[in-house]
């Protein structure tokens, strides 16, 4: 950070003809005077001379309260109360109050407030308030309050408020109010309001507000709300809504709401196709009957639900050829001994006919079948078990039936 404000400080002062000397004990900047091919109205019987009028070709003086305007360069000892403005640099030794206008930077020793616009770069030793505009980046030495915007980047310590950049925001201890990235939002601490990003939102401790990204969301602690197509924290207390979703350790009584739910705590609560805690049992099935001439799952059981997925030949007639399926399953059971379950189910199956629609039969169907199990452990890992239910089978196009009977299937439940 330090580096950067350096070297477009640099750039101010030899656009300007300057030089760089220690800081004194009076209030004074770290620059020195140089030339100055300008017209001002000063008054001189003030410490420092205040510039109330400047109009030239580059300037250096000591303060601006008023107006300066130069073709190349501006800058001031101290401080500028006022509208500065210039082709290439504005440079503030202390502080800028007003509106800073140039081509190329503006840069301020420590406190930018107003109104700030350049066509590459704005840099602020402490602090930014206001509204600061600049074609690359925003960078400041401590926060960003009020309203960044920027073609590549904002990098501050803080951000509070409004910031919106085309690549990244990137901050090293805390984002608050609305942040938009193009490609990432970074904060090294905590993120209390809302990330919104087309790539990766990452929040080095905690996340408090809304992560929001196209492809993932990263934070050490969740405590809000994570919405993208993967979603990861250590320990989620919130929401993650997405297609993956991960927390890898205990303590996290948070919900976790998409297709895959991973998590490490027994007390997670998980709404999705597959949950997966330190209890679930994954277990393969291999069965048969007047539905799925043959068929192999996979099923994901935990303390009273389960989920199944799985693929088979779907029956469609004798003289038929093969046609294939996939389905998947959720339902609930209960143990009536240590080794029988009773369950019931609600299962969906997409059918692809292949060359049965040479003759007469639709290209895809798909089916609902309700069924009610009774499951025997014959050993821990070894069981079998007899389904029985009804099933109604429809074309996807136009939505007619075309198929609705009583289904049976039996088969071992392995692992």
Known sequence: MKRTFISAFLLGGILAGTHLSAQETKPASALKKGPNV??????????????????????????LNGLGINAISSLQHYNSYGMQISG?????????????????????????????????????????????????????????????????VNVSEDT????????????????????????????????????????????????????????????????????????????????????????????????????VNVSTDSTAHQIGCINLKPQTRVQMLISGGNANKASLSIRFKNKYTYTQIGTGAYYLGVDNKLSVTGFYRAGVYHSLTDKLDLSADLGYYHIESLENKHHGYPARLYAIEPRISLEYSLTKKFGLFLAGGYGWTRTYKGNQAFDKKMVIEAGMVLF
């Open 88 to 152: 290439f640099t504005n440079v503030s030794g202390l502080k800028s109050t007003g509106v800073q206008i140039s081509g190329i930077a503006n840069v301020t020793g420590k406190r930018a407030c107003g109104f700030i616009l350049s066509g590459l770069t704005n840099v602020t030793g402490t602090s930014a308030y206001g509204l600061s505009i600049a074609g690359l980046g925003n960078i400041s030495g401590g926060d960003i309050k009020g309203v960044g915007i920027a073609g590549l």
């Open 38 to 63: 300008s017209l001002n109205i000063t008054n001189k019987k003030k410490f420092p001379p205040r510039t109330y009028v400047n109009l030239g070709l580059f300037s250096n003086y000591s303060c």
């Open 160 to 259: 509070r408020g409004l910031a919106i950049s085309g690549l990244a925001n990137v901050n090293k201890d805390i984002q608050a109010g609305l942040i938009i990235g193009g490609l990432m939002n970074v904060s090294g601490n905590s993120s209390r309001g809302v990330q919104l990003t087309s790539l990766l939102n990452v929040s080095g401790k905690s996340n408090q507000g809304w992560q929001l990204a196209g492809l993932g969301n990263v934070s050490v602690e969740n405590k809000g709300v994570q919405t993208a197509l993967l979603n990861y924290s250590v320990t989620n207390r919130g929401v993650q809504l997405g297609v993956g979703n991960v927390n890898t350790k205990n303590s996290s009584k948070g919900y976790q709401i998409g297709i």
